[in-house]
């Protein structure tokens, strides 16, 4: 009976969680956005495995991004933006649903053998939206469940066309055993348009995204859209089209960089053409960090350490812009800090959706990204999961102190870079003892304060005690109560 009476109590506090929340949306939206006479335009343009530096107002320097760049001057660059999970599936379904992965079932990266996926209960950013009357398009790569149940139509979108997964998972992939992927095909809604992808079809992905997305922004400027372009690049193989072929005189990485930043000039241009600029918010970001074994064909992390697929500040410390002017002040840089997750939220007031009836962990940070003035994190802390449900790092709401736990990642090392897109293998690496690095002073997580800080340690701790309560932490052995299962397949 006592089991019973607890369950029945932790269910009344999470209902009455869940109201307070929503009531504070409702006042805020009351007082703020929605004396907007139109809703919003959404376009959320999302980079596969592009790095913190590999545009120019981020850093790049051995090409020029102007059009990406454009969205810094009119809009706000995010210098401490982060995704959920340093790699595919998993960063996209904290994008999509607002929740960290793990909470949801989704972990690393999907391959074409499975059989789960986004579970049909999950609310999506386009599932948020459509209620309040929004056209909806995914374009691009999906890579959350390939199977039917999974698709982008069952999951909001009116219209898909693009891969369903990462684009080296095909026959062609150099590195895998023969016979290990499928023939790659080209989906149009929920039908195969191309049964076989091949490399001369991947020099025209990123043009054929980009015409996708620019017809369905034009068929529908006269009502409120949400646009989700999900690029194929800058992930291994790379592939560009003639046009750009050679054009950055700087190798094929940076030749993709500039086609890249073409579409997104596309896009923008597309809006201003119709008059779409001024209602439209604009979200550019990534996946992950660069996939760095890859060397030449990978992107930089700048400064920051190691890339995709770890928890370090190169792994999941992304390139963050954000353009809607009159609402997001233009020209400005922010170091507040960020997560994917809040998208889901904070779009929900800027719209006056309703949010899911489940926990999601995302919060509505809308004060942060306009820039108010004193305006908080609603968070505490940000956890930062990987592989099977191992918490690494959890870092303060403020972005200062990041506590990473013990665990085995992946490293370079001291390894000469790889070139022509071979890659060199990673060699093991392990952290024993809690680390906790002052990212305000030290975004390259070069000195452990752990023994200086035991405060910070202590309350960083405190927070990293709380999650794995609730989501569990494989590293540790511990059952979390608040996860959900993915959505199955029986094919």
């Not at 850093?59 to 995704?83: C, M, S, W």
């Not at 340093?86 to 996209?92: D, E, L, N, T």
């Not at 975004?443 to 709380?466: D, F, I, M, W």
Request: glycine share 8%; with cysteine; proline share 6%.
């Amino acid at each position: 009976m006592s089991g019973l009476f607890l369950s029945e109590r932790f269910l009344t506090l999470a209902s009455l969680r869940l109201a307070m929340r929503r009531l504070y949306f409702y006042l805020f939206l009351s007082a703020s956005l929605l004396s907007a006479a139109e809703q919003p335009n959404v376009v959320v343009i999302f980079m596969d495995d592009m790095g913190y530096a590999d545009v120019s107002c981020f850093g790049a320097q051995a090409y020029q991004t102007p059009n990406i760049d454009r969205l810094a001057q009119e809009g706000t660059k995010f210098t401490n933006f982060h995704v959920a999970q340093p790699v595919c599936s998993a960063s996209r379904a904290g994008l999509l649903t607002g929740c960290y992965p793990n909470r949801i079932g989704i972990h690393g990266a999907l391959s074409p053998k499975s059989t789960h996926g986004l579970h049909a209960d999950e609310m999506t950013l386009a599932e948020l939206v459509r209620p309040k009357g929004y056209a909806t398009a995914a374009v691009g790569k999906w890579h959350l469940g390939h199977l039917p149940p999974f698709l982008p139509t069952r999951h909001g979108f009116d219209e898909y066309y693009g891969l369903p997964y990462s684009n080296d998972m095909w026959p062609f992939h150099p590195e895998a055993k023969k016979g290990a992927y499928p023939v790659l095909p080209m989906l149009e809604n929920e039908r195969i348009v191309d049964a076989e992808v091949t490399p001369e079809d991947q020099t025209r992905l990123t043009m054929d995204y980009t015409t996708r997305a620019v017809s369905f922004i034009e068929r529908h400027k006269t009502k409120p859209f949400f646009l989700y372009l999900a690029h194929s690049m800058v992930h291994v193989p790379l592939f560009v089209s003639d046009k750009f072929k050679g054009k950055s005189g700087k190798g094929l990485y940076a030749d993709v960089m500039l086609e890249v930043d073409d579409s997104v000039g596309q896009i923008l241009d597309t809006l201003e053409k119709h008059g779409l600029k001024e209602n439209t918010w604009v979200i550019f970001t990534s996946d992950n960090g660069p996939w760095l074994s890859y060397g030449d064909h990978a992107g930089s992390a700048g400064d920051l350490r190691e890339g995709k697929g770890t928890v370090w500040e190169g792994g999941t410390r992304v390139t963050g812009l954000m353009r809607w002017p009159g609402k997001i002040p233009a020209g400005r840089t922010s170091d507040a800090m960020l997560m994917t997750i809040d998208l889901l939220p904070t779009l929900a007031a800027v719209v006056g959706a309703e949010l899911p009836n489940h926990a999601i962990d995302g919060k509505n940070v809308w004060p942060l990204l306009a820039g108010e003035a004193g305006a908080k994190n609603p968070h505490e802390f940000y956890a930062s999961y990987y592989h099977q449900n191992e918490l690494q790092a959890v870092t303060s709401a403020d972005g200062q102190w990041k506590l990473v736990l013990p665990h085995s990642y992946r490293s370079l090392g001291d390894q000469p870079r790889a070139t022509g897109g071979t890659p060199v293998k990673y060699q093991a690496a392990k952290i024993t003892e809690p680390e906790l690095y002052d990212l305000y002073t030290d975004p390259s997580e070069s000195k452990n304060l752990a023994h200086t800080n035991p405060e910070v340690l202590a309350r960083l701790q405190g927070y990293a005690k709380q999650i794995r309560s609730e989501l569990g932490d494989s590293l540790t052995k511990q059952k979390g109560t608040g996860t959900r299962p993915a959505g199955q397949s029986q094919k």
